[in-house]
């Protein structure tokens, strides 16, 4: 499938609708992109549901929720305990949700062939709630996790082996939300994070790479998109080296002693990327500072492609998912 076909897909909107979407206070008019949305699916007897899901609330206050999937065989296992999975959607902080259907449809793969439990968060989006909020939002739901009554994850997961995943600008809340999660990692026991899962991470900076060159009118993420995207999603007068944008700024030195703490917790980290998303080489850079302060990294790099391709291209995520399935196994007994 080629690029422009295979981002029809994700409605992808161009920066001037952006723009146009933008009200005079500020907030973003998100129905004129009419996103499709998926319902979440409980009925255990249909065929065509090997994994059942339903939403929670996290934090009413917030309008935060989870969207929890479960493979539907563990209803006839009820003494087995899965891993869980706690997932952060992608959309550049600004746009889609634990429903949309791209989102909602990587999920149930991931549950279905992870035989894990997947807790897909809804967290606030900017403009309207800039960074670091949705970070705030991130580890509030890793709270909500471990004290949950909810009884599939009460009924169906081990706490014990709890990874973070996040697409595009979710691996950025996941690696972000490990940070925070690695300081207080004895406030979230019984949870215990065995590892952070970056596809396709949303990573920026002031300076551009060459993958950014190479790419600069990429179909799905050109140069000036990017550029908006974190205009709207940092904080105000932030530049595109503020920490959340870029961690690998001045050698990392700002996240290092987070990181630190990571490495001495045993977590692994797998970044994942391809050499068709403008990302790539931040993408590269990070995966290789994380290593060089000690961390253990797989890095899954492939060519070709183009930014989360996985997500949009179904067909094409059978390598990732098994990538997945080894990287879980091997940390669970490392």
């Not at 001037?16 to 004129?32: E, M, V, Y």
């Not at 699916?41 to 929890?68: E, F, G, M, Q, Y």
């Not at 940092?234 to 490495?263: F, Y």
């Amino acid at each position: 499938m080629s690029t422009e076909n295979a981002s029809s897909n994700l409605t992808v909107i161009p920066s001037d609708s952006l723009r146009a979407a933008l009200n005079p206070d500020g907030t973003l008019d998100r129905d004129r992109f009419n996103i499709p949305v998926t319902s979440a699916t409980l009925n255990p007897t249909s065929p065509a549901s090997p994994v059942l899901s339903k939403d929670v609330p996290i934090n009413p206050s917030h309008s935060t929720w989870a969207r929890i999937f479960l493979p539907t065989r563990a209803l006839s296992c009820s003494e087995e305990k899965l891993p869980v999975i706690v997932y952060y959607h992608g959309g550049a902080f600004i746009l889609y949700s634990a429903a949309s259907t791209l989102f909602h449809e990587f999920c149930v793969s991931l549950a279905r062939e992870l035989s894990a439990v997947v807790v897909s968060v809804e967290y606030r989006l900017a403009p309207e709630h800039r960074l670091p909020m949705a970070y705030d939002d991130a580890v509030e739901a890793l709270h909500w996790v471990k004290t949950a009554r909810e009884e599939w994850l009460a009924g169906h997961v081990d706490l014990s082996t709890c990874y973070l995943m996040g697409t595009n600008a979710g691996g950025n809340l996941a690696f972000f939300a490990g940070l925070r999660a690695s300081a207080s990692h004895d406030e979230l026991k019984p949870l215990k994070i065995r590892g952070v899962i970056l596809h396709h991470p949303f990573f920026g900076g002031s300076q551009r790479t060459p993958s950014e060159l190479r790419l600069v009118n990429d179909q799905m993420l050109p140069l000036a998109k990017g550029d908006f995207l974190w205009e709207l999603s940092l904080p105000l007068g932030a530049t595109r080296d503020h920490v959340c944008c870029n961690p690998i700024v001045d050698g990392g030195s700002k996240i290092s002693e987070g990181v630190d703490k990571m490495r001495s917790l045993g977590w692994r980290l797998l970044v994942a990327g391809c050499d068709g998303d403008p990302l790539f080489d931040r993408q590269v850079e990070f995966a290789q500072m994380m290593q060089e302060k000690g961390v253990s990294v797989v890095r899954v790099f492939t060519e070709g492609g183009h930014h989360v391709i996985e997500v949009m291209e179904p067909d094409r995520s059978k390598p990732l998912l098994q990538t997945l399935k080894t990287f879980m196994s091997t940390t669970v007994t490392s």
